[in-house]
């Protein structure tokens, strides 16, 4: 099994920073991929921010792109999301997800282990 823990989440205004961690523990995978999700109350979970087990491929849905950044630390065995010019939008809980493998698949229903979600509000 594989356990997630995020961190990071809390309040900030709009135009602010935050950085979310999630640290990965229990069985190893040689080949994954990493990703981050959101949801908003009475919304479905959204695909955010993906990287690949080597750091070399990523990608983000086209609200954060060019605003999230996300990275991960191979030595510590955790990732994070970068998030910077935020906006209420962007008020959600953010959840980490991994799943074995090479592909880089952004449908919530193609990972096996997720964290608890930690929640992040963009308000004035």
């Known amino acids: 099994q594989v356990q997630l823990v995020e961190s990071g989440g809390g309040l900030v205004q709009p135009g602010g920073s935050l950085r979310l961690s999630c640290a990965a523990s229990?069985?190893?995978?040689?080949?994954?991929?990493m990703a981050w999700f959101r949801q908003c109350p009475g919304k479905a979970r959204e695909f955010v921010a993906i990287?690949?087990?080597?750091?070399?491929?990523?990608d983000y849905a086209d609200s954060v792109r060019g605003r999230f950044t996300i990275s991960r630390d191979s030595a510590k065995n955790t990732m994070y999301l970068q998030m910077n010019s935020l906006k209420p939008e962007d008020t959600a809980v953010y959840y980490c997800a991994v799943r074995p493998g090479i592909r880089l698949l952004y449908s919530m229903s193609e990972y096996d282990y997720w964290g608890q979600g930690t929640q992040v509000t963009v308000s004035s």
């Open positions: 229990g069985r190893a995978f040689s080949t994954y991929a």
């Open positions: 990287i690949n087990w080597s750091g070399l491929s990523t």
